[in-house]
């Protein structure tokens, strides 16, 4: 699983960091990123991160297996 934020759409509201703590954080100019440290990411708690963000900014992205085929090509 990878974590991703979208530092465009993010405003800062903050529910990502109490969520999940370990993996999230606010920079400087007050918007979400992945914590450097972040090495354990219980699932739970990103997904509901993912689910309760208001601006919509995290996403999580599922790591396919390497022998499998994505199901729709792009061109």
Do not use: H, N, W
């Not at 606010?26 to 990411?41: E, N, P």
């Not at 739970?44 to 999580?60: H, N, Q, W, Y």
């Amino acid at each position: 699983m990878r974590i991703e934020v979208d530092r465009d759409v993010c405003f800062g509201s903050g529910e990502c960091v109490l969520t999940a703590p370990d993996v999230f954080e606010l920079d400087d100019a007050g918007l979400s990123r992945v914590r450097f440290d972040a090495t354990y990411a219980d699932a739970t708690l990103v997904e509901r991160a993912e689910r309760d963000c208001p601006s919509g900014a995290i996403k999580l992205v599922l790591a396919r297996r390497p022998d499998e085929r994505p199901t729709q090509e792009v061109t």
